[in-house]
């Protein structure tokens, strides 16, 4: 059984900086596409960014490209989120989560994805 331990998330002023960070346990990291979804209050959870198991591979919500930065450390078992240049409507709590089929590139639904952190709340104000 894989746990993900979210932190790093805070109460931040708009246009700061914050990184997340995952630490996993309980299985194989390396063999895990990690991804970073969010969800603001009466919204639905939507993807962030996504990382492959070997780090070589990223992706990004439209929202985000170019602010945020997904990295790996697989000798460390934990998957990291820079978010720069943060907005309020960046606001909402954001979960780490492993794909075991990581033959297949970082993905975006998150139906796509075997464990789930229980999430770190991010507060940007204006």
């Known amino acids: 059984q894989v746990q993900l331990v979210e932190s790093g998330g805070g109460l931040v002023q708009a246009g700061g900086s914050l990184r997340l960070s995952c630490a996993a346990s309980?299985?194989?990291?390396?063999?895990?596409?990690m991804g970073w979804f969010r969800q603001a209050p009466g919204k639905e959870r939507e993807f962030v960014a996504g990382?492959?198991?070997?780090?070589?591979?990223?992706n990004y919500a439209g929202s985000v490209k170019g602010r945020f930065t997904i990295s790996r450390d697989n000798a460390k078992n934990t998957v990291y989120l820079q978010m720069n240049s943060l907005k309020p409507e960046d606001t909402a709590v954001y979960y780490c989560a492993a794909d075991m089929n990581y033959s297949a590139g970082p993905a975006r639904p998150a139906t796509r994805y075997d464990y789930w952190g229980q999430g770190t709340q991010v507060t940007v104000s204006s």
């Open positions: 309980g299985g194989t990291f390396s063999r895990y596409n």
């Open positions: 990382v492959s198991w070997s780090g070589g591979t990223t």
